[in-house]
């Protein structure tokens, strides 16, 4: 078989693929004994045992030359990319330019590939790793939290003051009288003086009893994490429903019998910070690993083919409208409040999808060179602990398709790779 390779672009090629009469002879073989199993009986023959000579005789020529002419083109197809070391990332674009059945085939395929990556020495990079630290006042404040939830809700007349809770509906509309889109709740509890609203907001309901209504006007922040809204003047109206007075459980250790299985406030608190601690450990580690692998893309270099970016694309996209769905809000309503076309919302997000593909190429390369792999047991066990996550037997089941096994398995290898990163950098 003759192969010439030729570069289109940084990532897409060209083969030109010309057929040998060996490989042409073992591929009529095989497609030939496909079809004696599948298609061809003869008298006094079992399926699949008739001579071939006699198969072909009695065969759809056809049939013959059609599976003949697809086997080829994948096997040869398959033979040339390993052989070039070639790795696509896309279906290739075939073109026939000859075929003389049985005899001769030649055809062009035209395919986006993974160029040549060229990694760092990674095995001399060296960085600490970080360390999760919780202080004292972080662990007051989940105590302080706990209190809150704890709290008995006693229902006032008085007009509300801070550290009240107001249960209340509000909407927010524009300076035409438009409703902005998530500005508005029904039956909303809110803690004055939390400061989980917009600023400004908590303070208008200061002073207000059951059953009174207030209109006023806030100006989102400039840094808003809704584009469309910063700096943008919202008309509130409210509606106050309830006022309460939060009595809070004594800082003792009826408060840690409330709160778990613990006998003392000491306890409690040794608990919490335990757990803060490994909270913290494992933002810590996502923040070193990510340094870490953004260190290695960065010097290192790999062109990004435009297909594995738009994939990325894509993927991002739709988990972001499947985040609208759960919010209940619409494409349209989430690009309209962001003030930006759906061209412009792909544009915008298309740097960090490259960064992220190269990132999980670098990963790749790193996992191929270190000879990383999953045993099969090793997947099946982690396939299991992720099935006793859910109790939904649908869910269960989802686990076991092809896509999410291999979705699985790669998450794996990710992390092997990870480890082992580590093993030579925090030496």
């Not at 801070?162 to 500005?183: L, N, Y």
């Not at 809070?248 to 757990?275: M, V």
């Not at 003030?339 to 792909?346: L, M, Q």
């Not at 269960?396 to 990870?418: A, G």
Request: glycine share 4%.
């Amino acid at each position: 078989m003759q192969v010439k390779k030729t570069s289109v672009t940084n990532t897409k090629f060209k083969l030109s693929i010309t057929s040998d009469q060996a490989t042409l002879d073992s591929i009529k073989t095989h497609v030939l004994k496909h079809l004696a199993a599948q298609h061809v009986k003869l008298p006094g023959f079992r399926a699949g045992k008739a001579p071939l000579s006699l198969v072909e005789k009695q065969v759809d020529q056809n049939l013959l030359q059609s599976e003949f002419l697809d086997e080829a083109v994948n096997r040869m197809y398959g033979q040339a990319i390993k052989a070039e070391g070639i790795r696509p990332v896309e279906q290739p674009q075939v073109s026939l330019k000859k075929f003389v059945p049985f005899s001769l085939v030649e055809f062009d395929v035209e395919v986006e590939a993974i160029s040549d990556i060229k990694l760092m020495d990674y095995t001399k990079l060296r960085k600490k790793p970080k360390v999760g630290i919780v202080g004292e006042v972080e662990v007051q404040g989940v105590i302080q939290n706990l209190r809150k939830q704890l709290a008995e809700r006693k229902e006032v007349s008085r007009p509300s003051r801070d550290q009240d809770e107001v249960v209340i509906d509000f909407k927010g509309t524009d300076s035409k009288g438009r409703p902005v889109s998530g500005a508005d709740g029904t039956d909303y509890p809110l803690i004055l003086g939390s400061n989980i609203f917009i600023p400004g907001f908590e303070p208008n309901l200061i002073g207000l009893k059951t059953g009174q209504d207030k209109t006023f006007v806030i100006t989102f922040p400039k840094d808003y994490g809704v584009a469309a809204l910063q700096s943008k003047k919202v008309t509130f109206a409210v509606t106050v429903k309830k006022v309460q007075e939060l009595v809070e459980p004594k800082l003792d250790n009826a408060l840690a019998a409330k709160a778990g299985p613990f006998k003392t406030l000491a306890e409690l608190k040794a608990d919490i910070k335990k757990q803060l601690n490994v909270e913290k450990q494992q933002e810590a580690n996502r923040a070193y690993e990510n340094e870490l692998i953004k260190e290695i893309a960065s010097k290192s270099s790999v062109e990004v083919p435009q297909a594995l970016i738009d994939d990325e694309v894509e993927r991002a996209e739709q988990a972001e409208r499947q985040n609208l769905t759960y919010r209940g809000q619409t494409w349209q309503e989430h690009l309209a409040e962001e003030g930006i076309t759906e061209d412009e919302h792909r544009k915008r997000n298309r740097p960090s999808s490259e960064e992220n593909v190269k990132a999980s190429l670098i990963l790749s390369e790193i996992a191929q060179r270190e000879n990383i792999t999953v045993a099969p047991d090793e997947l099946e066990v982690r396939i299991q602990l992720l099935k006793g996550q859910y109790t939904d037997k649908t869910m269960q089941e989802e686990l076991d398709k092809p896509e999410n096994r291999r979705e699985i398995e790669s998450r794996l290898i990710t992390e092997k790779t990870i480890t082992k990163l580590r093993q030579y950098i925090e030496k």
